[in-house]
Every structure is written in C-alpha cells, then in structure tokens.
C-alpha cells in the first residue's frame, strides 16, 4: 500500500485497523498485532528531533547520546531485530552463538570494553594458540610456525614497498604485490603453500577480501586498540541490547527514500516520516546497492566513495558434533590447502564454551560461491577438510548453522574493505553530512576503526555529537 501522502495519525488509525482486521481473520498472531499497536504508538507519541536509520551499533550507539543529551531520536530498522551485524543466535544451540561480531579487537582502552564493564556484562579474555595442519594432515611444530611467520612479516616490508613504487597504477592490487615478491624469491611450491596459508589467514580472512581485491597500499590501513581479544560468553547482542533500553524503536520499517526539503522525509513500507535531521547507518553494501533513494541524489563525491570502497564477504559455518575430536586447547585450527581459500580455518568454540562445536569461516570470492550453495553442500566441503585434519572417522556435525551475509538485503556484505580503488579520504567523503540535515555513521564511515564494532559505536556518537553541536 502506498501511503506516502499520508500524515502520521491517518496512518497510525489505518495501521491499528488494518493490523486488527488481520488478527480477526486469523492472518497474524496477537503478539505481532501487540507489538505494531505498541510501536506505532510509541512512535507518535511525539515527533522526533532525529530519525537515525538503522538500529547496528552505530545506530543505537546515536541514538543512546542523543537521548542522554535530551533530544527525542527514533530509529527505523528493517529487520525484526535490533543489532544488524551484532546478531546472537539463541536457537540453535544450547548456548548463545554470534553469528555476526564475536571479538572485542583489543581489550585496551577500547570503548566495548569500558561499556561492557560499566554495565557489568562479562567478557572473557582469549589466546591465540594457533595449531597448523599440512595437506597431509600432520601438524607443523611451533618452531616451524615461528619461523613461517617471521618471514611473511618479512614479506609485508617488501610487499609495502613495491606497493609504494606502483603508487600511480590504479589497477595494481595487493595480489599484484604479493605475485611480484613471490616471484623476486623464486619461492619452492611448500613455501608457497605455507606463505599462501599465511595470506589467506592474515588478510583474506581479516579484511574479508581476495588479494586481487585490496588496495596494495591501504588494505591495512586502520589503526587499532592493544592488547588481547575478548568474547562476550552470552552473546555480543547484550552491549545492543543495553544501547537500546528506552529508544524509541520501529522494527519492520524499511527505508526506501530519504528526501531532503524543509524537513527530511523519509519513506517507509510502514509510512512517511519527518524530521529536522537524519542519521544514515545502513550497511556500506546497502548504499552500493542503491537501495535507499536520496532526493536530490546525494553529492558525487560521496557518490564516488561509496563506489571504490569495497564491503567484503566472512561467512561463518557453525557445526555441533556429538563428540569433541579436535585440540580441545587450541584456539585457531588451520589446514594448508593446497587451493587457497577452500576453508583452511576452524574456531574451537568448546574451548570457551564446553560445547562441542567448531566454527568454519569462508571468506571473499569463495564465501560468495558457497552462499549459493545448499547448507548441505557447505558442511560436506567443511567436513572433506576436517576429515583431512583428523580422519575419516569423524563423526557427521549433529547440528549446524550457516550464514550468508552478501546475500542479506540489509547488508549485501559482512564489512568494508579499502579496495584496488579506493582514495585515503574516501571514508571521510562518505561520512560527510550533507549540509546541516543528512548524517553518515556506520563501520565503513571510520577511517580508524572500519569494519569493527568500536568503529561503528564511535561513529554513531560522532554523528550525534555533530548534531547537538548544531543545535
Ligand atoms: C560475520 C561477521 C563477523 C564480524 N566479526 C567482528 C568481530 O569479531 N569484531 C568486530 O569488532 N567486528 C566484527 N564484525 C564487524 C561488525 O559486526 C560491524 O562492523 C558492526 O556491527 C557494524 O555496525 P553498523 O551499525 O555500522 O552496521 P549494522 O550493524 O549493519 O547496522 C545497520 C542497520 O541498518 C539496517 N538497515 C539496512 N537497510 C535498511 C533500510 N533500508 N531501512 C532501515 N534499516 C536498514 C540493517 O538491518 C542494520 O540493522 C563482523 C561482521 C560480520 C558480518
């Protein structure tokens, strides 16, 4: 139904009749018809100072300051949930599992961390005890790792170096620079194989992206907080849940068009909406997807941000087995592939949960390939690699969970990437306001911190900040 013209008690008053005809005709349960009541309700009580779109971490994050500081925010989210890319998973196993975030990156000084504290929400510190096991299945010593490693950080110099040199070329990518120092070492195939591994676990993984897909000279171009990393054992979605405690939310409300004018207005399947200022935290996949119409279309130089930053693909594969068979001390269980990419690493979540699970990731082109295929098709191959680490005998998972984050329409993507493309201050291009009424928060907005959870908490109070400063 299009109800663009329509003002809010109209709509509400059509809404409540629409939503009871339905219950009456037994097309929606009560709980569902209670909570449109409750939220549109909630909605009209009083017009929002700012509607934010989006309730992530960087929307509530907004949201929470705004409130602290007086103002009456409402917030717009597409999902039945709130948290976006911060999603616990309470149902399919017997202990909540994230299927978005898991780590605090850096316990030091980092703002997750302090939040967590504040609000008496445990967090458990982790190690990194990595065991590698070769195509044969064997396990490589620790001295061999040491050694592994000591010469890829050796590599990265020489990697960074050329990517200097090539600083004019626009289509020279990070894979270019890799294939350069390979071959200047004239490398054996089992060096390739483990430096490969080192790649694939280091940079692919990290930053969710192929080689070929990475600037040469920005791939690692964020900064970061010390110290160890930290798991929430009850689920990442307790710091959202916090933000989000008294915030005016509306659930099921997906924005299509944000038109700028005295007011903003902002065009949902659920209504129009007004506001003096707009918040955006939508996925950076969402905006290359051109799902949100913005009238007049937003300036060129965001325009063309939006275009050369890339939003990469990590896919998690969680499978609960009757029995653990693995390292139940190791943390990170790595297999060297011989085709890089094909699921070379297992999380030990029994480690910190005393379930048996592990957790397989797939990421850039190859997590894109598998979210077309049939979770079935996912395990077999996740398995194929387990059985090469620790025998034919395993046992079949008896419980799985899988994700597809570049097929999510409200994330087309798991996090942001600085592309072969992409400019040093094209992050600052996209957070720009559009004059004193449009605002851009969200992970892929922070030149620090992109693709984390801190990054995107500390862009929705920049934004909220930036507003009250105007007023
Ligand atoms: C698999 C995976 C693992 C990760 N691991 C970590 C980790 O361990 N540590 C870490 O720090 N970070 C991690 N991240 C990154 C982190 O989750 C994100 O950077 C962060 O949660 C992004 O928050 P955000 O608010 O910017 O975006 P989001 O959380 O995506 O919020 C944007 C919201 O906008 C909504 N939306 C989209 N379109 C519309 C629309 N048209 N109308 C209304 N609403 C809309 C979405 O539904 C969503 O709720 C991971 C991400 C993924 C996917």
Same mark, same amino acid.
């Given at each position: 139904?299009?109800?663009?013209?329509?003002?809010?008690?109209?709509?509400? +008053?059509?809404?409540?009749?629409? $939503?009871? &005809?339905?219950?009456?005709?037994?097309?929606?349960?009560?709980?569902?018809?209670?909570?449109?009541?409750?939220?549109?309700?909630?909605?009209?009580?009083?017009?929002?100072?700012?509607?934010?779109?989006?309730?992530?971490?960087?929307?509530?994050?907004?949201?929470?300051?705004? +409130?602290?500081?007086?103002?009456?925010?409402?917030?717009?989210? $597409?999902?039945?949930?709130?948290?976006?890319?911060?999603?616990?998973?309470?149902?399919?196993?017997?202990?909540?599992?994230?299927?978005?975030?898991?780590?605090?990156?850096?316990?030091?000084?980092?703002?997750?961390?302090?939040? $967590?504290?504040?609000?008496?929400? *445990?967090?458990?510190?982790?190690?990194?005890?990595?065991?590698?096991?070769? +195509?044969?299945?064997?396990?490589?010593?620790?001295?061999?790792?040491?050694?592994?490693?000591?010469?890829?950080?050796?590599?990265?110099?020489?990697? #960074?170096?050329?990517?200097?040199?090539?600083?004019?070329?626009?289509?020279?990518?990070?894979? %270019? #620079?890799?294939?350069?120092?390979?071959?200047?070492? &004239?490398?054996?195939?089992?060096?390739?194989?483990?430096?490969?591994?080192?790649?694939?676990?280091?940079?692919?993984?990290?930053?969710?992206?192929?080689?070929?897909?990475?600037?040469?000279?920005?791939?690692?171009?964020?900064? @970061?907080?010390?110290?160890?990393? #930290?798991?929430?054992?009850?689920?990442?979605?307790?710091?959202?849940?916090?933000?989000?405690?008294?915030?005016?939310?509306?659930? @099921?409300?997906?924005?299509? @068009?944000?038109?700028?004018?005295?007011?903003?207005?902002?065009?949902?399947?659920?209504?129009?909406?007004?506001?003096?200022?707009?918040?955006?935290?939508?996925?950076?996949?969402?905006?290359?997807?051109?799902?949100?119409?913005?009238?007049?279309?937003?300036?060129?130089? +965001?325009? *063309?941000?939006?275009?050369?930053?890339?939003?990469?693909?990590?896919?998690?594969?969680?499978?609960?087995?009757?029995?653990?068979?693995?390292?139940?001390?190791?943390?990170?269980?790595?297999?060297?592939?011989?085709?890089?990419?094909?699921?070379?690493?297992?999380?030990?979540?029994?480690?910190?949960?005393?379930?048996?699970?592990?957790?397989?990731?797939?990421?850039?082109?190859?997590? %894109?390939?598998?979210?077309?295929?049939?979770?079935?098709?996912?395990?077999?191959?996740?398995?194929?690699?387990? %059985?090469?680490?620790?025998?034919?005998?395993?046992?079949?998972?008896?419980?799985?969970?899988?994700?597809?984050?570049?097929?999510?329409?409200?994330?087309?993507?798991?996090?942001?990437?600085?592309?072969?493309?992409?400019?040093?201050?094209?992050?600052?291009?996209?957070?720009?306001?559009? /004059?004193? *009424?449009?605002?851009?928060?969200?992970?892929?907005?922070?030149?620090?911190?992109?693709?984390?959870?801190? /990054?995107?908490?500390?862009?929705?109070?920049?934004?909220?900040?930036?507003?009250?400063?105007?007023?």
């Amino acid at each position: 139904m299009e109800i663009k013209d329509m003002n809010r008690r109209t709509f509400l +008053k059509r809404t409540i009749t629409v $939503a009871l &005809g339905a219950w009456l005709l037994g097309m929606i349960p009560f709980e569902k018809i209670a909570n449109t009541l409750f939220e549109a309700n909630a909605a009209s009580d009083t017009e929002p100072d700012v509607i934010i779109i989006g309730a992530g971490v960087a929307g509530l994050s907004a949201a929470y300051t705004l +409130k602290q500081n007086g103002m009456k925010p409402l917030v717009l989210e $597409a999902r039945n949930r709130i948290g976006g890319r911060i999603w616990t998973d309470k149902q399919s196993f017997d202990k909540p599992l994230d299927l978005g975030a898991t780590w605090i990156h850096g316990v030091t000084n980092n703002p997750i961390t302090k939040l $967590a504290k504040q609000q008496n929400i *445990q967090i458990l510190h982790v190690e990194e005890q990595d065991v590698v096991y070769n +195509k044969l299945g064997k396990k490589m010593t620790e001295d061999h790792l040491d050694a592994l490693e000591k010469k890829y950080d050796d590599l990265l110099e020489e990697v #960074a170096d050329i990517a200097e040199a090539e600083s004019d070329n626009p289509t020279f990518s990070l894979q %270019k #620079a890799f294939d350069q120092v390979f071959r200047n070492h &004239g490398f054996t195939k089992q060096e390739l194989l483990e430096l490969n591994l080192m790649v694939h676990t280091n940079i692919e993984h990290e930053y969710a992206a192929d080689l070929a897909d990475l600037s040469p000279k920005l791939w690692n171009d964020d900064g @970061e907080f010390g110290g160890v990393d #930290a798991i929430f054992l009850k689920g990442y979605d307790q710091i959202t849940s916090f933000l989000a405690k008294g915030l005016s939310i509306k659930t @099921e409300t997906i924005v299509r @068009e944000i038109s700028l004018g005295e007011q903003v207005t902002v065009t949902t399947n659920r209504g129009v909406f007004t506001a003096d200022h707009v918040i955006v935290t939508v996925p950076l996949g969402v905006l290359k997807k051109g799902s949100i119409k913005f009238s007049p279309a937003l300036p060129a130089r +965001k325009q *063309q941000a939006i275009s050369q930053l890339g939003m990469g693909v990590l896919d998690k594969v969680y499978m609960q087995f009757p029995s653990v068979f693995w390292d139940k001390n190791a943390d990170w269980m790595h297999y060297m592939a011989a085709d890089r990419g094909s699921l070379p690493e297992f999380y030990n979540i029994y480690k910190y949960t005393k379930q048996p699970i592990l957790l397989g990731f797939n990421a850039g082109s190859f997590a %894109k390939k598998a979210e077309k295929l049939a979770d079935k098709e996912v395990v077999l191959q996740m398995m194929s690699t387990l %059985k090469v680490m620790f025998g034919n005998k395993i046992p079949n998972p008896v419980r799985t969970k899988i994700t597809r984050w570049s097929s999510d329409p409200y994330a087309y993507g798991s996090y942001s990437y600085n592309a072969v493309l992409t400019n040093a201050d094209d992050r600052d291009a996209l957070a720009e306001p559009v /004059g004193e *009424q449009l605002f851009f928060a969200g992970e892929a907005t922070s030149a620090d911190y992109f693709a984390t959870v801190h /990054g995107a908490y500390l862009t929705g109070i920049r934004e909220a900040k930036r507003i009250i400063e105007i007023l």
